[in-house]
């Protein structure tokens, strides 16, 4: 079986958190604690003049299992499900390596996974 991933098109996340929110609410973590996918800050940085950069990156963690129990009953992962910028798809590694291919700004993120 082919292995599954995220891949994340930073340049369109508005830093909603809902990925956090809603991967929080599947799984049943408790508030507070860690989930399965975090949003970072990176920047800001200076781009030009007065022009100011900032990037947001959701990154799933360790704990991340790309919602087996959905993507079992052919569902989308709950972070992928519920982001509405669609700044993540879910697939295989080969088909999200291809589309990485065309357009920069993304990244591909495969989750460890029990085999």
Same mark, same amino acid.
């Given at each position: 079986?082919s ?25 049943g973590?408790?508030? #507070?604690?860690?989930n399965?996918?975090?949003?970072? $800050? ?5 781009i030009e003049?007065? /022009?100011?950069? !900032?990037t ?14 959905r993507?079992a ?7 992928v499900?519920?982001?509405?910028? #669609?700044?993540m798809?879910?697939?295989?590694v080969? $088909?999200?390596?291809?589309e990485?291919?065309?357009?920069? /700004?993304?990244? !591909? ?7």
């Amino acid at each position: 079986m082919s292995k599954q991933a995220l891949l994340i098109d930073y340049e369109f996340c508005s830093n909603c958190h809902t990925c956090e929110v809603e991967c929080k609410m599947e799984h049943g973590f408790p508030e #507070g604690t860690a989930n399965g996918i975090k949003v970072f $800050e990176v920047g800001p940085w200076q781009i030009e003049g007065d /022009r100011w950069q !900032l990037t947001y990156m959701p990154v799933p963690t360790d704990m991340c299992d790309l919602c087996a129990d959905r993507t079992a009953k052919g569902k989308l992962p709950a972070c992928v499900h519920s982001c509405y910028t #669609g700044c993540m798809k879910y697939g295989t590694v080969e $088909e999200l390596s291809a589309e990485l291919e065309r357009k920069s /700004r993304q990244v !591909l993120i495969v989750p460890l996974q029990e085999d």
